[in-house]
């Protein structure tokens, strides 16, 4: 383990000696695999169909593609997606660390 004071005078006289690990130090989260973005991205797929959305429907298939993306990368994607045959929209959060999962809240549009 290394001494506070160490750590102090590397990051003060010598900060190109640190390492990622040092400043990542017991921050406890790693980039989700392929398999567990895969999972997730099923699982949310399913939870909508469960609720009715045909699979055919352009937000259906907007947010399929979004998650295809997002399986395929290492990049978290936040946003809303359209499922206006449905008068109701979708707020997705497709994060990058497994330290949180994917989800989505079908919400009802509010008319003004």
Known sequence: MYSVFWLYYQLIYEPKHISNELIG??????????????KEGI????????????????????????ISEWVNSENSWEGTIDFSEYGRVAEVELPRYDNRAAGINFKVKKAF
């Not at 130090?25 to 895969?38: A, E, F, I």
């Not at 909508?48 to 045909?54: F, P």
């Not at 937000?59 to 399929?64: P, R, T």
Request: aromatic fraction near 2%.
């Open 25 to 38: 130090m017991g921050n406890g989260k790693q980039v989700k695999t392929k398999g567990d973005r895969l």
């Open 43 to 66: 699982a949310i797929l399913k939870q909508l169909r469960d609720a009715g959305v045909k699979e055919h429907s352009l937000g259906y298939l907007d947010l399929k593609t979004k």
